[in-house]
């Protein structure tokens, strides 16, 4: 037994005997780490001092009510849905066509359609919105609306995309070929066959791209004038100038959204095909 | 405009399906006629569109085009110019369309302020990389090793990920501030306040939150794949754990790291929102020094200049890494 072997055996013998548990502790402490500031969340919202006690001495709806009757915050939450509803129909129609393209038709360009649809993921999130703002607002002159969709359609595309494209790659093109066979053209084949296959995929995609698109921030922050804000824009101004205990109210609709539609996604189709970014 | 060009080297696009195309022709034709005819108004565009297929379809380059043309051009038009507009407007003087110059670089790279900035920036993101792949790795290995739910772990651990970043942000806001949450119970139980709120380590607390379940999935993807013979492999030749981690599964499982780490340290070398919410006066990150120059000081260029800097240090991550074998672009599809 080598000197190394004799100072390091012990560790050896105790990682042995204790893997499991230790294992165990991690995976608690960690999942503990990423719900706590959740929990509190929640928790503070029914909280009747504000945001400033803790533990608070009572627990209220009133901040619900709060919300409820804030004209401000309900604009915001439809200034939102404005933009993520277009911009979600939009990027599920553009990935199903790049994971169509990508997955069946061998073309120039096809690796640098993947890198494209993949791109907006890495380049950090400042980079593409100062980019954005300069050519959209400074050199085009588009309207905010505009813009702001088109900012969101960017966003979503490479995670839609993600969960689209391994669907359409899975799906058994046996299936097409006997539709053919049976006298159905490319498009009848598509709406009959394909389409009812992918579907699932197709529809988390969606509901991941609409989720990122209800909490996206960073471009739209850029991109966007001083017109009215969207749910993100205004959180962000009310925790960096008045801080009122409505944010954790509106915390938990953010919460509820998330949660509500990453589960319904997750139900469609595999886990990991969501957890690869 | 990306079409002229893309139908130009659309040279090569695939005549596999042309023969068949042809062969089938005369019978597509005759369906759409037919469904046109005797259907009504659904049939009659049903039929249309049958019709627009099989003209598409004796022209495969121009199907192609049909297809991967629209999302082709959007990304590049409103993704890749935009990116090359910044390269152009950062040689302007003071706004877009201003003279040419290089002073928006000389002022940053000469000023003591910027490259301290720059300096931290990159100390907290080697920080927050580290402290993130280590406890992320960790993460990934207990659920792959040693559970049975692992479909719900990585559930749990993936959640939080969708949420906004903000909202994640003030959760934090909430447990560190004097006499927040973290406070109250450290009182409770009898121990000082910490007051973290607007300190280096409330900084790495908040990236390690928001960034921790991006990085547990390439870990997790290359821990999945491993092959777990190569693991019994090495203990039945006398390694322990510790030495069978190093010495197999770590290098077996690099590319995961490697991807893990360059999606944690991108994003947070471009950060605005975690150091202006969290940090202090002294945690100014290169990204909020943009932000600035876009929402109060309004010198563009000045701000797309910048932008350029960080562009730079990612593209160098990008390439290292790369070298390094990570499969970042490895977004299936490229085996055929």
């Known amino acids: 037994m080598s000197a190394i072997d004799r100072v390091t055996d012990p560790f050896e013998r105790f990682t042995q005997a204790h893997a499991s548990r230790m294992a165990s502790l991690v995976v608690v402490t960690v999942l503990a780490f990423l719900w706590l500031p959740i929990g509190v969340l929640v928790f503070m919202s029914f909280a009747d001092g504000g945001v400033l006690s803790f533990p608070p001495d009572e627990l209220t709806l009133r901040w619900y009510r709060v919300f409820l009757s804030n004209d401000a915050a309900l604009d915001a939450i439809v200034t939102t849905l404005t933009i993520s509803v277009p911009a979600t129909g939009i990027t599920v129609a553009l990935s199903t066509m790049i994971a169509y393209a990508v997955d069946r038709y061998v073309f120039p360009g096809r690796n640098w359609l993947q890198l494209l649809s ?43 995309t993600l969960v689209i494209l391994p669907t359409f790659m899975s799906f058994d093109r046996g299936l097409e070929e006997a539709s053919k066979d049976l006298g159905a053209d490319e498009f009848e084949t598509f709406r009959q066959v394909t389409l009812p296959n992918v579907f699932p995929g197709v529809v988390a995609g969606g509901l991941l791209a609409f989720t990122l698109s209800f909490n996206e921030f960073v471009y739209t922050y850029f991109v966007k004038g001083s017109g009215d804000p969207t749910l993100p824009v205004y959180i962000w101004n009310q925790i960096r100038y008045n801080v009122t205990p409505e ?31 | 405009m990306p079409e002229p060009s893309r139908s130009d080297d659309g040279g090569a696009a ?9 062969s089938v022709d005369g019978r597509t034709t005759e369906s759409g006629g037919e469904l046109a005819t ?36 959007l990304l590049v038009v409103f993704f890749a110019i935009p990116l090359l507009a910044m390269l152009v407007v950062s040689f302007q003087a003071d706004q877009i369309g201003g003279a040419w110059t290089l002073r928006n670089y000389t002022d940053f790279l000469t000023s003591d302020t910027y490259l301290t900035v720059v300096w931290r920036t990159f100390l907290i993101s080697v920080q927050v990389t580290a402290i993130v792949a280590a406890v992320g790795y960790a993460l990934a290995y207990s659920i792959v090793r040693f559970s049975r739910r692992t479909t719900l772990l990585l559930l749990l651990v993936i959640l939080p990920f969708w949420t906004s970043y903000i909202i994640r942000m003030y ?42 379940p991006l990085a547990v999935l390439p870990f997790y993807a290359s821990l999945t794949n491993l092959d777990g013979d190569l693991i019994e492999a090495s203990k039945d030749l006398g390694a322990g754990p510790i030495r069978t981690f190093l010495s197999v599964t770590l290098p077996m499982t690099v590319n995961g790291v490697v991807t893990g780490v360059v999606l944690v ?6 950060s605005f929102i975690t150091p202006r919410l969290l940090g202090g006066t002294n945690n100014v990150m290169i990204g909020m020094v943009i932000e600035n120059q876009f929402k109060s000081a309004f010198n563009w260029p000045f701000g797309a200049a910048i932008g350029m800097v960080i562009s730079v240090v990612v593209v160098a ?20």
């Open chain 2, 265 to 270: 340290f991108i994003p947070t070398f471009g």
């Open chain 2, 171 to 212: 959760a934090w806001i909430n447990i560190l501030q004097s006499d927040g949450v973290l406070d109250s119970v450290l009182n409770l139980v009898g121990l000082p306040a910490l007051s973290l709120l607007y300190t280096d380590t409330a900084v790495l607390i908040g990236f390690t939150y928001v960034w921790l």
């Open chain 2, 317 to 336: 991550l990008l390439l290292l890494a790369t070298r390094l074998g990570g499969g970042l672009f490895g977004t299936g599809g490229e085996e055929s």
């Open chain 1, 247 to 277: 944010v954790n109210v509106i915390s938990v609709v953010f919460l509820g959204v998330a949660v509500s539609m990453v589960l319904a996604a997750v139900s469609l189709t595999r886990v990991d095909l969501i957890a690869r970014r």
């Open chain 1, 118 to 160: 993949t791109l907006p993921i890495i380049v950090p999130l400042v980079v593409t919105g100062v980019a954005m703002v300069l050519f959209f607002n400074g050199t085009l002159g588009l309207p905010d609306y505009v813009s702001v969709v088109i900012a969101h359609v960017i966003r979503t595309i490479p995670f839609a």
């Open chain 2, 14 to 22: 695939e005549s596999v399906d042309e023969g068949t195309a042809e």
């Open chain 2, 38 to 73: 005797d259907g009504g108004s659904v049939s009659g565009v049903d039929g249309r569109v049958s019709g627009l297929t099989t003209y598409l379809r004796e022209r495969p380059r121009l199907r192609t085009l049909a297809i991967a043309g629209p999302p082709y051009g």
